[in-house]
């Protein structure tokens, strides 16, 4: 499917051009849309990201030029503070059709773990997979915490919002844990590389959305649900899991595999 199908999906379905739920910790209010559907809000957002990733000379990781028409974007989350400021955001890329669009495993080619990686992803895109990048949250905002753990909720959020099976980042290690309240599993069989330079480690990391309630944080998971009834969303790991023959659920060991 292609991504502006997905992106008109997406408004059309919820009958808004935008899903939305307030932060009851950060007290930031979120928007989910896409580029076309709010292009001053994706101004906003781009212009945020650079200066965040400009401030700590990581911006080629942005890869702004490439992103800034929107048209690689199948939808975006901006956070708002109480005066209205873009404060925080991601967004998402694909659902993807070959590993040769996934441009963030670059950093592996050449490396330990580059086989094993392409194959983890090939293995799950007839499942769906979509990628959140560009990241970022403010510098200067009291509450950077809390926002940098909704954000990770948002990222889990994403396969949810576009009906598929995983969520798919590369992210620096020292943020694994707060991703990992929000469900997420870091390919811990895959080493590190120093991407976008030394200072940091890379790893890759999944959220798989029938089974994230399995490894996120209780308070977490919580607001992720009391998130998704927000923005209309059926919340599908509410459910229980059931296993039938010939029906394989991801373990945490299995994320590195």
Do not use: K
């Not at 708002?80 to 998402?92: E, F, H, K, L």
């Not at 983890?120 to 926002?147: H, K, T």
């Not at 890379?202 to 649900?225: E, G, H, K, N």
């Amino acid at each position: 499917m292609a991504v502006e199908t997905i992106a008109v999906d997406l408004v059309e379905t919820c009958s808004v051009p935008a899903l939305r739920f307030h932060d009851i910790v950060s007290g930031c209010d979120f928007t989910a849309t896409t580029p076309d559907a709010d292009p001053r809000l994706w101004e906003r957002y781009l212009q945020g990201a650079l200066d965040v990733y400009r401030h700590f000379r990581v911006e080629t990781a942005l890869e702004y030029d490439a992103a800034a028409d929107g048209r690689s974007t199948t939808l975006f989350f901006a956070a708002t503070d109480r005066t209205g400021a873009v404060v925080a955001g991601v967004r998402a890329q694909g659902p993807y059709l070959s590993t040769a669009e996934v441009g963030s495993l670059a950093p592996w080619n050449g490396r330990p773990g580059e086989r094993e990686l392409r194959a983890m992803v090939a293995r799950r895109i007839p499942r769906g997979v979509v990628e959140s990048r560009g990241a970022w949250v403010a510098r200067d905002v009291p509450n950077r915490r809390e926002l940098g753990a909704a954000i990770s909720r948002c990222i889990a959020h994403t396969p949810r919002i576009l009906g598929v099976r995983y969520g798919f980042a590369t992210v620096a290690s020292f943020t694994t844990g707060r991703h990992r309240g929000s469900g997420g599993v870091a390919a811990d069989l895959i080493p590190a590389v120093p991407y976008p330079d030394d200072r940091y480690q890379t790893v890759p990391i999944w959220w798989d959305s029938r089974m994230y309630r399995m490894f996120a944080d209780r308070l977490q998971y919580l607001l992720m649900c009391d998130e998704l009834r927000d923005m209309g969303v059926a919340d599908g790991a509410l459910e229980r899991v059931r296993r039938g023959p010939g029906r394989r659920s991801e373990s945490r060991f299995g994320y590195g595999r």
